[in-house]
């Protein structure tokens, strides 16, 4: 796969966090020799995203060209999530977290890929010779996050797409075009944690704060 640009080796972001992206992990190839860094990365961002419902947090989204802000939020030790679109509020109250993935790209369907949708995206790419994926990283919403444009590929679902992923794997950008939908959405709040009280406040018959 060509690459441009790609992430720098061993990138710290900020003083704290040092990812092992793009070949610093060690990892090799099933022959025995080192993977090529761009497929390396974009499986590790894959792994983060399918990740991500082990983390409670809460995220906060804009859809550009719409009025309307999406609140996920996620507490997987609480076995509660809920996702807030406009006035509509949506509540889940179980203890398996594949079910929550699949729960939440259904209820996100049309306004947010799910992260295992864009995981089966890099993963399909990752084994695409004709695709081409430039890595970079930004700032969303305070949060830092590494970033790939993919051009090209032909053996994925989505043949040019952009996303970044925090460093917990929650989606804070992604643009693309996925059959008739488009999708150019990004984090604008975001805090780890879930606020119990406003959950409870979410439920049947509360009152409806959106927070």
Partial sequence: MPKRNPLSRCA????????????????VGPNGDEAPEDRLALTELGDRL??????????????????????????????????????????WSETDTQELSTWLGGQLTGMLPSGE?????????????????EFSDTTLAGEL?????????????????????TTVGVIASVTAEVDETSYTTK????????DATWLDELEPGAAHTHR
């Fill in 12 to 27: 710290a972001l900020g003083a704290v966090v040092v990812l092992a992206l793009a070949g610093c992990n060690g990892e």
């Fill in 187 to 194: 984090l604008v709040d975001y805090h780890d944690g879930v």
């Fill in 117 to 133: 949708e864009i995981a089966e995206w890099l993963s399909a790419t990752s084994d695409d010779p004709s695709a081409s994926a």
């Fill in 50 to 91: 399918d990740g991500a419902v082990e983390h409670a947090y809460t995220a906060e989204y804009l859809a550009e060209g719409t009025d309307k802000m999406v609140t996920v939020a996620v507490d997987p030790d609480g076995g509660r999530a809920v996702v807030v679109v406009g006035d509509e509020v949506e509540m």
């Fill in 145 to 165: 996050a590494d970033c790939v444009a993919v051009t090209g590929a032909t053996d994925s679902p989505v043949g040019v797409f952009e996303v970044c992923v």
